[in-house]
């Protein structure tokens, strides 16, 4: 247990789940920032999941998904809380992280219910400066990423790969003009050179997850469907959408449970495609 945890007045105040309260913490760690989507996601797995409630109004849930072992956490909006969930669960032995959330588009072809896979983000969250030199990449597993893309295909879902922004702030930080009109200058200039670079996405926790868990030794990607696209200005949370990202986040972990044990019978570090021959 961290410092953070073995005080029982802290951890209530970063929304701990006390230890006896709940089964060990699973390996396999879904990270949503909603609270809500945690019943989403243990609706699907095996009967038998459980469900907990954390302070702070955050949710968490350990079960089973075709055999994985998996468990979901809830982090709320941006770096901050989401660095003392993850810190939490890496203490605990947690090894693997996979961001599952909400994205707005800012690429054409991204459009509204597509699944992103962020293979890397621009840092722009705050938290991870505070571990890192900005020059230090958010780059995600690529375990992990190769396994949701086999997710999506094994599922059928549309999805794009390719370079996120995370962003610490939910308005100018995503060049949207905040109250009163105000819009800082130089935010069209920024939005058009995302775009020109082949930026497909921003969002609010990505970069700190991947960040801190290749910092740590941890494995780490994300997934985020699309509910927002900056250019023609839909925006819908659609529950459905929600649910099939949650759904790449558990098919995901199957599949590296799987490789895992495929590792461990061949005594390798990492995985090669090789290992699935014979």
């Known amino acids: 247990m961290s410092e953070i945890c073995k005080n029982p007045q802290a951890a209530s105040e970063v929304g701990h789940v006390e230890t006896a309260q709940r089964s060990p913490t699973p390996p396999y760690i879904l990270l949503p920032g909603d609270p809500n989507r945690i019943a989403v996601m243990a609706a699907q797995w095996e009967a038998g999941a459980q469900q907990y409630e954390m302070n702070r109004a955050q949710q968490a849930a350990h079960g089973r998904y075709k055999g994985a072992p998996i468990g979901a956490y809830s982090t709320g909006i941006g770096g901050p809380s989401t660095e003392i969930i993850l810190t939490n669960l890496m203490n605990e032995g947690a090894h693997t992280f996979i961001r599952v959330g909400t994205t707005g588009s800012i690429q054409e072809d991204v459009q509204m219910g597509d699944i992103v896979i962020n293979d890397a983000n621009i840092r722009l969250d705050g938290t991870s400066n505070f571990y890192m030199m900005p020059e230090y990449p958010a780059a995600a597993s690529y375990e992990v990423v190769t396994a949701l893309v086999e997710a999506c295909e094994n599922l059928g879902f549309r999805y794009h790969v390719g370079v996120g922004c995370t962003c610490g702030s939910f308005y100018t930080g995503q060049c949207r003009t905040t109250y009163g009109g105000f819009r800082p200058s130089g935010l069209d200039a920024m939005f058009a050179d995302l775009r020109a670079a082949g930026v497909l996405n921003f969002e609010m926790e990505g970069a700190t997850?991947?960040?801190?868990?290749?910092?740590?030794?941890?494995?780490?990607?994300?997934?985020?469907?699309?509910?927002?696209?900056?250019?023609?200005?839909?925006?819908?949370?659609?529950?459905?959408?929600?649910?099939?990202?949650?759904?790449?986040?558990?098919?995901?972990?199957?599949?590296?449970?799987?490789?895992d044990a495929k590792k461990a019978e061949k005594g390798k570090r990492w995985f090669s495609p090789g290992l699935l021959e014979g």
């Open 209 to 259: 997850v991947t960040t801190l868990a290749r910092v740590f030794g941890k494995r780490a990607g994300m997934c985020a469907v699309v509910v927002a696209h900056r250019l023609s200005g839909e925006w819908d949370e659609d529950p459905e959408a929600e649910s099939r990202a949650c759904l790449v986040g558990a098919e995901a972990v199957r599949i590296l449970s799987g490789w």
